[in-house]
């Protein structure tokens, strides 16, 4: 008994040194803009990785701080489709276009061309999504190089018919000021509660 309760004041502890508070500072870009490529809404995500952060932590059971959130950021191209038609996507290629420093870069495009499929998500049913996170950063910073444009070369799969589009998703520099609550649980533990939302963001970039 003595070891069972061990083991739960442990966890309890675990899971309250998980909970947080944080104000941030972000310097990012609005990805809201979207295309349509093969009856697929496709668009293009961003997630700042620079930056710096400040925590306290109170009797090991509560986090508190800041951070400024700013470049570079990971970033993919996702599509949501339906999940009884939707296949695949293919990224081809990509350039980025800044507004400021006026960059006009073609993206690596060894590190493109893999196929990624259209995965079910049950808590959202009749939807399919597709996401391809790029290798590596994307080394824009939104003060530094203003509005930046992304070009993408994407093919978009059904069961029926495949097509190749040139899309452009133009973003916009913004900066955004908010609190946020957070719960931070080991992997295990967001495991056993169900299925994987396919939209999270991989943890590493080195594929």
């Given amino acids: 008994m003595k070891k069972i309760t ?8 675990l899971l309250l040194s998980s909970c947080g508070h944080i104000f ?8 809201s803009a979207s295309v349509t490529v093969n009856g697929a809404k496709v668009s293009s995500g961003v997630k700042p990785e620079g930056g710096k ?17 700013e470049g570079p950021f990971k970033w993919r191209i996702e599509a949501e489709g339906k999940s009884d038609e939707h296949v695949s ?4 290629r ?18 493109l061309g893999y196929k990624t499929k259209f995965v079910s998500y049950k808590k959202e049913a009749g939807k399919s999504f597709a996401v391809f996170q790029v290798p590596g950063l994307l080394k824009v910073y939104p ?16 069961k029926k018919r495949s097509e190749r589009k040139l899309v452009k998703f133009s973003l916009l520099a913004e900066q955004d000021k908010k609190d946020k609550e957070f719960l931070f649980f080991p992997a295990e ?8 939302d396919p939209r999270e963001w991989k943890m590493s970039d080195n594929w």
């Fill in 6 to 13: 061990t083991v739960l004041t442990a966890s309890v502890v």
């Fill in 24 to 31: 941030t500072k972000s310097n990012t870009y609005d990805t």
């Fill in 53 to 69: 952060a400040g925590f306290s932590v109170s009797a090991m059971v509560y986090m508190a701080g800041s951070a400024k959130l």
């Fill in 89 to 92: 996507m293919v990224v081809h």
């Fill in 94 to 111: 990509l350039k980025v276009e800044t507004s400021k420093t006026k960059r006009n870069e073609w993206y690596n495009k060894k590190k």
């Fill in 143 to 158: 003060e530094k190089d203003g509005n930046i444009a992304i070009i993408a070369d994407i093919t978009v799969t059904t």
């Fill in 189 to 196: 533990i967001v495991n056993s509660f169900g299925q994987r």
